[in-house]
């Protein structure tokens, strides 16, 4: 076993312990920690595949990005966790066959990749047709032009997700203030301001005679 193979075996064993944690961690923020650890070993098997923008999108997006957003949330929004764990072993069949299903179809995908009958083809490039290639214009080009459906897709997908998270995490207090834009728009001049008549001048109360009774001895 040569060190490439030795480091994908340690990045991926870090990658696979950090995901169990993501899952089984009682805390929120440190579960959110280990989703940033799996996102680094996950950028390091990107790096043994020569995939560097790939790596470098990884940890500035996720990582530099949406972790940090997650970990303020997570922490402003003061979780119960009493309350987040009832009802788990009710919902758990449910989850457990979601997972099994995701996990199904992504053993048949990976797997019909490992069945392929011929390595692929790698092009040698010399001279200055190998450095005019450039990875991020090929993967631009592949990324909307064959996959461009599946794209549009994921991009629904997290459209969606993202409203679900807003109206999930939306929460209306009593004591505060807000005002309803439609009635702002239907509101008339006479409903904002009214007219007090009142007198230019108020004559002065008359002074209240005080009358003090001297005890007698």
């Given at each position: 076993m040569d060190a490439h193979?030795?480091?994908?075996?340690?990045f991926a064993a870090v990658l696979l312990f950090a995901a169990f944690k993501v899952i089984t961690a009682r805390n929120p923020v440190h579960a959110a920690l280990y989703l940033v650890l799996a996102f680094f070993q996950a950028s390091a098997l990107w790096?043994?595949?020569?995939?560097?923008?790939?790596?470098?999108?990884?940890?500035?997006?996720y990582v530099g990005a949406v972790m940090v957003l997650f970990l303020f949330v997570v922490m402003m929004l003061d979780i119960?966790?009493?309350?987040?764990?009832?009802?788990?072993?009710?919902h758990f069949p449910l989850a457990a066959g979601v997972g099994a299903l995701i996990a199904l179809e992504m053993a048949a995908v990976l797997m019909g990749g490992f069945r392929l009958s011929e390595a692929p083809k790698s092009v040698v490039m010399v001279g200055e047709t190998a450095a005019q290639l450039s990875n991020t214009k090929e993967l631009g080009k592949v990324?909307?032009?064959?996959?461009l459906y599946p794209l549009e897709v994921a991009a629904a997908i997290l459209l969606v997700a993202m409203i679900a998270a807003i109206a999930l995490t939306l929460r209306h207090r009593k004591d505060s203030k807000a005002i309803n834009p439609s009635d702002?728009?239907?509101?008339?001049?006479?409903?904002?301001?009214?007219?007090?008549?009142?007198?230019?001048?108020?004559?002065?109360?008359e002074p209240i005679a005080v009358?003090?009774?001297?005890?007698?001895?």
């Amino acid at each position: 076993m040569d060190a490439h193979t030795g480091l994908f075996y340690a990045f991926a064993a870090v990658l696979l312990f950090a995901a169990f944690k993501v899952i089984t961690a009682r805390n929120p923020v440190h579960a959110a920690l280990y989703l940033v650890l799996a996102f680094f070993q996950a950028s390091a098997l990107w790096i043994l595949l020569k995939a560097e923008f790939l790596a470098i999108a990884l940890v500035l997006v996720y990582v530099g990005a949406v972790m940090v957003l997650f970990l303020f949330v997570v922490m402003m929004l003061d979780i119960n966790l009493d309350g987040a764990r009832k009802g788990f072993w009710k919902h758990f069949p449910l989850a457990a066959g979601v997972g099994a299903l995701i996990a199904l179809e992504m053993a048949a995908v990976l797997m019909g990749g490992f069945r392929l009958s011929e390595a692929p083809k790698s092009v040698v490039m010399v001279g200055e047709t190998a450095a005019q290639l450039s990875n991020t214009k090929e993967l631009g080009k592949v990324l909307y032009s064959q996959y461009l459906y599946p794209l549009e897709v994921a991009a629904a997908i997290l459209l969606v997700a993202m409203i679900a998270a807003i109206a999930l995490t939306l929460r209306h207090r009593k004591d505060s203030k807000a005002i309803n834009p439609s009635d702002q728009i239907r509101v008339k001049s006479k409903d904002r301001v009214r007219l007090v008549k009142m007198n230019p001048t108020v004559a002065a109360p008359e002074p209240i005679a005080v009358v003090v009774e001297e005890k007698k001895a």
